[in-house]
């Protein structure tokens, strides 16, 4: 059976993808959303993609997203501190069996397969793996305990660590959360990889994902979780558990939010700056920088529209937006980004100057956390 579904990359578009795949696994629900999310980061929130979810005559999943940009590729990273992506293609990379690029004049389809219990070459049954017996083969540990939660329990307990265990959003057998004393930190999420021993660990704050990591080690899953929920830093973390990873981005987002900022609009100009083929851009992004009001908002970009969020995580609201001069057409300034036309511009001084002076005088620089849309 072959699941198809076309929308626009956005970050609310992720939970709903994940919602038409509940029948399937945790992982291709994972590697679906990874996929998209790589679409947003690498070509901007709003790019139309193309979502498949096939069934192989060889018993695995076949995940394809079909996006209208043949020329960004996604690239494996070994991601370090410094770098702001490539977590999500190394656990992509690390979950599916294989994965690749087919590129066609007009557009690319980035795709990946594996393992998935719940896919056959007929309609899914109407069950989640919520259920889904632990693979004892990969995980006698989990097995023996009946759950991932249950085994995550115990082996605190023998380690002498308190460690409080919540429900995973995809149940108990494949997934859990660990809960931690800092009120800005969700709960460590752990999810089970199905084509190998893998435990995925991602931690949120305040609309950020601070650190993700893979390991075969459930002992290094309840250390992290212990680490993470007493609120140790990011460098800690990683000293403490060299298999937790996270990038510049996230480090500057755990300093607050004019750290976050700042760092934004420095890979924000960087990026800019390796397009010589659309100048127009790059002039927007270094004319809206030189803007103070708008220099101390959280800095965004999708299908080449400069916006300007209140905060810095996820979700969040536009204060203003910038579409760059294209093909003969001027400089438009917009309330929204995809919507809302204010006025049109010729340069793109004059256009920040017209976004400048629409933004409410109250507003104040980018504040941490998320804002209800």
Not at 143 to 164: I, K, N, P
Not at 291 to 296: D, K, N, S, T, V
């Amino acid at each position: 059976m072959t699941f198809e579904l076309s929308l626009l990359a956005t970050p609310k578009a992720v939970p709903e993808l994940r919602h038409h795949l509940r029948h399937h696994s945790y992982e291709v629900r994972l590697c679906a959303s990874e996929l998209v999310t790589n679409a947003i980061d690498h070509l901007g929130e709003g790019t139309p993609v193309t979502v498949r979810v096939i069934g192989t005559a060889h018993g695995y999943t076949r995940i394809e997203v079909t996006d209208p940009d043949p020329r960004a590729l996604p690239v494996l990273l070994h991601a370090t501190d410094t770098d702001e992506s490539g977590r999500g293609l190394a656990l992509l990379d690390a979950l599916a069996r294989r994965w690749g690029v087919d590129q066609g004049a007009d557009h690319k389809t980035v795709w990946c397969e594996l393992a998935d219990r719940t896919a056959t070459g007929h309609a899914v049954p109407p069950c989640r793996r919520d259920n889904a017996e632990v693979n004892s083969d990969f995980y006698p540990d989990l097995a023996a305990a009946g759950s991932l939660a249950v085994a995550l329990e115990r082996l605190a307990a023998e380690l002498g660590v308190d460690l409080t265990v919540l429900p995973g959003d995809w149940g108990a057998s494949a997934s859990a959360g660990i809960a931690g004393s800092v009120p800005e930190r969700g709960p460590l999420s752990v999810h089970l990889g199905a084509e190998a021993r893998r435990f995925v660990v991602s931690g949120w704050s305040q609309g950020v994902q601070l650190i993700t990591g893979v390991t075969p080690d459930l002992p290094d899953v309840v250390r992290a979780g212990v680490a993470w929920g007493e609120g140790r830093s990011l460098r800690d973390l990683r000293r403490l558990l060299p298999f937790l990873g996270f990038t510049e981005l996230a480090e500057a987002h755990e300093r607050g939010p004019a750290a976050a900022v700042d760092v934004k609009w420095r890979l924000m100009r960087e990026w800019a700056a390796s397009e010589p083929d659309f100048p127009e851009f790059g002039l927007l992004v270094e004319a809206a920088h030189a803007e103070p009001r708008l220099r101390q908002l959280y800095p965004i970009s999708s299908h080449w529209t400069l916006g300007f969020n209140v905060s810095t995580g996820d979700p969040s609201r536009v204060a203003t937006a910038v579409v760059p001069a294209f093909e003969g057409r001027p400089y438009r300034v917009q309330r929204f980004l995809g919507s809302g036309l204010i006025g049109e511009a010729d340069t793109a001084q004059e256009a920040v100057a017209l976004a400048g002076a629409h933004l409410p005088a109250d507003l104040g620089p980018a504040v941490a956390g998320v804002v209800d849309l």
